[in-house]
T-cell receptor
Framework: GQQLNQSPQSMFIQEGEDVSMNCTSSSIFNTWLWYKQDPGEGPVLLIALYKAGELTSNGRLTAQFGITRKDSFLNISASIPSDVGIYFCAGQVRGAQKLVFGQGTRLTINP | DGGITQSPKYLFRKEGQNVTLSCEQNLNHDAMYWYRQDPGQGLRLIYYSQIVNDFQKGDIAEGYSVSREKKESFPLTVTSAQKNPTAFYLC??????????????FGQGTRLTVV
C-alpha cells in the first residue's frame, strides 16, 4: 500500500510546550487530514487540507499542506493535558480512491 | 442525530466462527471504509466503497468480506480464514467531491476478541 511516514513516533513534553509533527510521502497527495485518537475511541478529525500551501488553524492547532504536495505538518501550541493522545495524518494519493494513514504520533504530557 | 454508528462496541467470538460487524451512517456520505487497528499501531485499510454495490480491497483484505447494498450501510464480515482476527475495527465515511475524498468521519469502533 501507499506509504505515509509520520514522525516522531512518540513525544514526551512538559505542559505548555509547543508540539510539531509531520508526515511525508514519495507520492503526491490531493488531501491531507489530521486526526486525534483517545484510547478505545475512533479518531476525531482535527483539520482538513485540500490545497498545496494551505495553512489552516483550529484553536491552538495549525496544519499546513506542503507546497510539494508530498508532506504536511501539524503544530500544537501551548499544550494542555487534554492534548494527550495519538495523532494521525491521513491523505488521498493523487489518482487513488482511498484514504491512507500514517503510523501515528503518541503525545504524552508531563504536568 | 447525524453520525456514523458501529455496533457492537465489544464482541467476543470463538475461533473458527464468522462474525459480522455493523456500520451505519446517516450523513449521506458516498464513501465508506473499514480499517483495522492493532495495539500501538496505525490504521490499516481492509475494504472501501465509493458507491452502492461496488467496493475495492484495501491493503489487508484477506479473510474479510463486505457488502454495500445500501448507501448508509457497509457491514464487515470477519471470516474464519482471517488468521489473527482479534483487533479494534474502525468504520469511516466521507463525501467525494470532484473525485477527491474529503474528510472522513469515524465511528466509535468495535473491539473484536476471538478466543
Amino acid at each position: 500500500g501507499q506509504q505515509l511516514n509520520q514522525s516522531p513516533q512518540s513525544m514526551f513534553i512538559q505542559e505548555g510546550e509547543d508540539v510539531s509533527m509531520n508526515c511525508t510521502s514519495s507520492s503526491i497527495f490531493n488531501t491531507w487530514l489530521w486526526y486525534k485518537q483517545d484510547p478505545g475511541e475512533g479518531p476525531v478529525l482535527l483539520i482538513a487540507l485540500y490545497k498545496a500551501g494551505e495553512l489552516t488553524s483550529n484553536g491552538r492547532l495549525t496544519a499546513q499542506f506542503g507546497i510539494t504536495r508530498k508532506d504536511s505538518f501539524l503544530n500544537i501550541s501551548a499544550s494542555i493535558p487534554s492534548d494527550v493522545g495519538i495523532y494521525f495524518c491521513a491523505g488521498q494519493v493523487r489518482g487513488a480512491q482511498k484514504l491512507v494513514f500514517g503510523q501515528g504520533t503518541r503525545l504524552t504530557i508531563n504536568p | 442525530d447525524g453520525g456514523i454508528t458501529q455496533s457492537p462496541k465489544y464482541l467476543f467470538r470463538k475461533e473458527g466462527q464468522n462474525v459480522t460487524l455493523s456500520c451505519e451512517q446517516n450523513l449521506n456520505h458516498d464513501a465508506m471504509y473499514w480499517y483495522r487497528q492493532d495495539p500501538g499501531q496505525g490504521l490499516r485499510l481492509i475494504y472501501y466503497s465509493q458507491i452502492v454495490n461496488d467496493f475495492q480491497k484495501g491493503d489487508i483484505a484477506e479473510g474479510y468480506s463486505v457488502s454495500r447494498e445500501k448507501k448508509e450501510s457497509f457491514p464487515l464480515t470477519v471470516t474464519s480464514a482471517q488468521k489473527n482476527p482479534t483487533a479494534f475495527y474502525l468504520c469511516a465515511s466521507g463525501h467525494i467531491r470532484d473525485r477527491i475524498n474529503t474528510e472522513a468521519f469515524f465511528g466509535q469502533g468495535t473491539r473484536l476478541t476471538v478466543v
